[in-house]
Structures are given as C-alpha cells and as structure tokens.
C-alpha cells in the first residue's frame, strides 16, 4: 500500500500583497476613497476642466497608493495600523507623574 503524499506550503509568513500593499491598507485607501466621494458631491466647481467631485473622488485614492508605497517603504508588517493606533490612543509621558484620579493611598501601611 503506497503512502499518499499531500504538498504543503512551507513559507507560513509570507504577506499576502497586492501592489506591495497589505490588506490593511487597501482597506484604508478605500476608506479614503468612501470619504473623498462623500466630500466630493459638495464641491461645485472646475479643476482641469473637470468638474471638482470627480477629481477628488477618483485622483485621491488614485493618488494614495503610490503615496502609501513610499510611506511603507522599508517598514515592517502591519506599520500603518501600529502608526494610527500609536496617533488615537493617549500617550504616557512619565511614570512618575502624580495621579490626578488616585486621591487616597493605593497600600496601607501596618493596622490602619
């Protein structure tokens, strides 16, 4: 009885890109796309001889894969996301700072 062999994929790291961008950016860039179309519709003027909500709409998320390319250039994987959340969430700047909600004692000290 001869023994089945099925191939298995050895490189388990390997990102999946699409033109050197990682699925998160690609939902980023079309998060831009959502707001720029939202925005667009209010613009009621010419660039270019073009009406101004089809040139935001299309030539900015056009405009940001490139953009996002040179930004992840060298970086490692998952950079955007660590770089929005690093910009959202509150920063501590010193461990030694008092605590302005803490207001009594944390440990007590003896029987009190």
Request: proline residues 6%; without cysteine; hydrophobic residues 45%.
């Amino acid at each position: 009885m001869p023994l089945d062999v099925t191939p298995v994929q050895r490189n388990l790291r390997t990102r999946v890109t699409f033109l050197g961008l990682e699925a998160e950016d690609l939902f980023a860039i079309l998060a831009l796309a959502i707001i720029s179309n939202i925005l667009g519709r209010f613009l009621h003027r010419e660039m270019f001889g073009l009406p101004m909500n089809m040139v935001v709409q299309y030539l900015v998320p056009l405009l940001s894969v490139p953009g996002l390319m040179l930004f992840k250039y060298g970086k490692q994987r998952g950079y955007l996301l660590d770089w929005v959340e690093f910009h959202t969430k509150p920063h501590v700047y010193s461990a030694l700072e008092r605590d302005t909600q803490l207001t009594k004692p944390y440990l007590k000290y003896g029987d009190e």
